[in-house]
């Protein structure tokens, strides 16, 4: 509990209600989180980075946003953040690429994953592949839009920028991906594609 | 690509993000054009891609738990940084501060008289600091 925290602003009710929104809205946060790194030990450590500082920045919430846009929002800025730190360690040191390829190799094995999908295991590490390549900026708006299942609107919320600006995003991000697919999976995507 | 339809408007067509007015005329170029048409199927196979992804591996059961430790940990790591930092600088404070303001001889020779003008009221009856006279304190303590 963060109940332990208290002052006279109304912090005690405050801490109470992030760690219920946390709690709600932890799964939806690293399945966004695990979209965007495309590695579960990445994934982890984004919605940890991304819960800190929404906590320290609680006080600035204003609840006509939900709070899982908000989150969102939240995650996208860390990430990009992550990026950034991550660039500067990969041309410091390019030892640390062997154990990085060894888990990017054991997280891909999710083999246990229940089936409901459409979309074999190969074919799905093809496709994070493609959104690990794209603009983080075209791979927000997709995630967002094409796998969370969101409106323009509610992406142009998060991403804080007008519905035009989305629009084009998600564009630009799906001929990246349709391009990096058909180089890297030609025969799973064209049969996704005859599908049609 | 032969015709200037803006691309990007084509991914709002499939996501039937577009007023009613727009869609219809955009269905009406897209059956004409062959071009459109193509990308029209390439953005479909894309998204379908992309709903069809297998759902994440589940988020660790203790995630939230491991939330609230790094939340707390973050917050009293500000503390005793703040406290680090406060360290310096009151020694910093006790080092400088006798330095800073020296008491000048003069100054000493203001308190000695200031002390000895206090005691020679007391003598005379008043109270030194407030001034008020020693008998009012007198007839407070008869009552
Ligand atoms: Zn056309």
Request: with cysteine; aromatic share 8%; charged share 25%.
């Given at each position: ?196 | ?116 003008a206090k005691?020679q009221l007391f003598d005379a009856g008043t109270d030194s600091t407030s001034g008020a006279s020693l008998v009012h304190y ?6």
């Open positions: 509990m963060l109940s332990w925290v208290k002052n006279r602003n109304g912090t005690f009710d405050r801490s109470i209600t992030f760690e219920r929104l946390m709690r709600d809205s932890y799964r939806q946060a690293y399945s966004v989180a695990y979209r965007l790194t495309g590695d579960s030990s990445d994934a982890e450590d984004l919605v940890q980075e991304a819960f800190v500082r929404a906590f320290r920045f609680f006080h600035r919430y204003d609840d006509k946003l939900p709070f899982s846009s908000w989150m969102y929002r939240i995650i996208a800025n860390a990430h990009i953040d992550l990026i950034r730190r991550k660039g500067k360690i990969k041309t410091s040191s390019l030892d640390h690429s062997g154990s990085d390829g060894m888990q990017a190799f054991e997280i891909a094995d999710h083999s246990n994953v229940p089936g409901k999908d459409m979309i074999n295991d190969s074919f799905s590490e093809s496709v994070q592949g493609g959104l690990n390549q794209m603009n983080p900026e075209f791979r927000l708006a997709v995630v967002l839009a094409d796998v969370e299942g969101l409106s323009y609107e509610e992406v142009a919320d998060i991403m804080e920028t007008s519905v035009g600006t989305v629009r084009s995003r998600i564009h630009r991000g799906r001929v990246q991906l349709r391009n990096y697919l058909l180089k890297t999976a030609p025969e799973s995507y064209g049969r996704h594609a005859d599908v049609l | 690509m032969s015709c200037n339809t803006s691309q990007s408007k084509l991914s709002a067509y499939v996501d039937g993000e577009m007023s009613g007015m727009e869609m219809q005329a955009i269905r009406r170029h897209v059956n004409h054009c062959p071009d459109c048409q193509g990308q029209v199927n390439d953005l479909k196979s894309v998204q379908m891609v992309l709903r069809g992804l297998p759902s994440t591996p589940e988020a660790p059961a203790n995630l939230p738990d491991r939330i609230t430790a790094s939340i707390k940990t973050t917050r009293r790591n500000y503390l005793r940084y703040a406290i680090v930092m406060a360290i310096p600088l009151c020694a910093v404070a006790v080092i400088f501060y006798p330095r800073s303001a020296p008491i000048r001889a003069q100054d000493r020779d203001l308190v000695i008289h200031r002390q000895l005691d007198a007839n407070l303590e008869s009552r």
